[in-house]
Structures are given as structure tokens and as C-alpha cells.
């Protein structure tokens, strides 16, 4: 799983992955108890904390409950309580199956994505999606990283 990493440009990225990968020890993912944004204090701006909402049907919604001022600026405003799908709405179709990876296969997913649309600018970004649970076997959660280029 280490090979993640090497893909990371940004030290955002590479301090909270392993930062993860630390909690996690020789488990598939940290429990969400045991994440302490403050630890990483200096990153605190391009973190997030994505809660899963399992619904009926196999379904799968995520809401956000920590969102960095650098990705709420680059998402234009702090989308705190608010689901993915909405504040994704125009991309959230190409980028969905990320997150439903993570929930369904327990593992990071690393993503560096050019021209992506954003209240009407391109940004060219980087992100880690990261498992994290409440009871050690189901995901029930998402915390990670992202870097963004506007321009």
C-alpha cells in the first residue's frame, strides 16, 4: 500500500498519509477517535473529514464535517453539514466512485486531476482519500488531503 506515496508531489499530502499509516499500525485503518487534526496543525487548512452515510440499498452519501480554509476557498465557502453530491454537484458523477472505493475496498485512494471546473476556474489538484471507522471494520468515515493550483 506504501507505493501510494510515492505518486504524492505535495508534503500536505505525504505528512497526512503517513500520519494514517502511523495510526494505523497492522490494521486496514485508524479509528476515527484516534484522528487529531490539531496534530497536524500547519496542514489544517487543507484537510478534510468526511462522514459516510450508508443508505438504503447498498447506496452511499458522504457528508462533510471538517473542511481546510484552502479547500473551502477553493470550493467557494465552508460546505461544513452539506453532502458531497451537492457540493460536488456538476463533477460529482466523475469523481463519485472514488470515495465509493475507499468505502468498499478499505484503502486510500490518490487522485491528480488537471482542468477540473470549480466555481467557474480550473484548478489542477491533488488529493488522498484515507478510511478511518468507529468500530475497526467498516468504513464509516474519510479523512485526507487535498493541495489545489487555481489558476
Given at each position: 500500500m506504501d507505493d501510494i506515496e510515492d505518486r504524492f508531489e505535495t508534503d500536505i499530502l505525504k505528512t497526512t498519509y503517513r500520519y494514517w499509516r502511523d495510526l494505523r499500525g497492522d490494521r486496514p485503518m485508524p479509528l476515527r477517535r484516534e484522528i487529531d487534526p490539531l496534530r497536524l496543525h500547519r496542514l489544517l487548512p487543507h484537510l478534510f473529514l468526511y462522514d459516510v452515510v450508508h443508505q438504503a440499498?447498498?447506496?452511499?452519501?458522504?457528508?462533510?464535517?471538517?473542511?481546510?480554509?484552502?479547500?473551502?476557498?477553493?470550493?467557494?465557502?465552508?460546505?461544513?453539514?452539506?453532502?458531497?453530491?451537492?457540493?460536488?454537484?456538476?463533477?460529482?458523477?466523475?469523481?463519485?466512485?472514488?470515495?465509493?472505493?475507499?468505502?468498499?475496498?478499505?484503502?486510500?485512494?490518490?487522485?491528480?486531476?488537471?482542468?477540473?471546473?470549480?466555481?467557474?476556474?480550473?484548478?489542477?489538484?491533488?488529493?488522498?482519500?484515507?478510511?478511518?471507522?468507529?468500530?475497526?471494520?467498516?468504513?464509516d468515515g474519510i479523512f485526507g488531503a487535498a493541495h489545489y493550483w487555481i489558476g
Open positions: 440499498g447498498d447506496r452511499l452519501d458522504f457528508t462533510v464535517r471538517l473542511v481546510g480554509t484552502r479547500i473551502s476557498e477553493a470550493h467557494g465557502g465552508d460546505h461544513r453539514g452539506q453532502s458531497l453530491s451537492v457540493v460536488h454537484a456538476g463533477q460529482w458523477p466523475r469523481i463519485a466512485a472514488d470515495y465509493h472505493d475507499v468505502v468498499r475496498q478499505c484503502r486510500p485512494h490518490y487522485a491528480r486531476r488537471v482542468g477540473f471546473a470549480i466555481a467557474k476556474d480550473h484548478v489542477t489538484y491533488e488529493r488522498v482519500l484515507l478510511p478511518i471507522s468507529d468500530d475497526g471494520t467498516r468504513v
